[in-house]
């Protein structure tokens, strides 16, 4: 589209000039002027569109990282599982705070309960959790 409108540019400012004898074409001029001034406009906003979506995509933070376990149970290795996935588990009864559990940067596998991302899924609930408080006192 923007060579279609460079090439009519060119052809308005040659017209009415008479096959090339040099005069100058006031309409012409003003039409080609014009057209570079609609097609600057579409530009413009052609280069504030892409401002606009860079802008937008550096106030996006990252992802946050996600945490991966993998379990032995019974001599098989399974996962990888996240926090959640494994707080699950162990409402479950599939896994115990004695399960190995490895993740990438453990050295070794360990109990899941002394592992300490995953200590808080074995803590016992909170006193009264769970539970709706007493009605008021009449």
Same mark, same amino acid.
């Given at each position: 589209?923007?060579?279609?409108?460079?090439?009519?540019?060119?052809? =308005?400012?040659?017209?009415?000039?008479?096959?090339?004898?040099?005069?100058?074409? !006031? &309409?012409?001029?003003? #039409?080609?002027?014009?057209?570079?001034?609609?097609?600057?406009?579409q530009?413009?906003?052609? =280069?504030?569109?892409?401002?606009?979506?860079? @802008?937008?995509?550096?106030? #996006?933070?990252?992802?946050?990282?996600?945490?991966?376990?993998?379990?032995?149970?019974?001599?098989?290795? $399974?996962?990888?599982? #996240?926090?959640? @996935?494994?707080? $699950?588990?162990?409402?479950?009864?599939?896994?115990?705070?004695?399960?190995?559990?490895?993740?990438?940067?453990?050295a070794?596998?360990?109990?899941?309960?002394?592992?300490?991302?995953?200590? $808080?899924?074995? &803590?016992?609930?909170? !006193?009264?959790?769970?539970?709706?408080?007493? !009605?008021?006192?009449?």
């Amino acid at each position: 589209m923007l060579r279609t409108g460079a090439q009519s540019l060119g052809q =308005m400012g040659a017209m009415g000039t008479g096959g090339g004898g040099g005069a100058m074409n !006031p &309409a012409g001029m003003m #039409t080609g002027m014009m057209m570079g001034g609609a097609m600057g406009q579409q530009m413009a906003g052609m =280069m504030q569109q892409m401002g606009q979506q860079a @802008q937008g995509a550096m106030n #996006t933070p990252p992802p946050m990282p996600s945490v991966s376990f993998f379990v032995s149970n019974n001599g098989q290795q $399974a996962g990888p599982y #996240t926090v959640q @996935q494994l707080a $699950a588990f162990v409402q479950q009864g599939v896994v115990t705070p004695q399960s190995y559990v490895w993740r990438q940067g453990m050295a070794n596998w360990a109990q899941a309960a002394a592992v300490p991302e995953l200590a $808080a899924i074995f &803590a016992p609930p909170a !006193p009264g959790a769970g539970t709706p408080p007493p !009605p008021p006192a009449p």
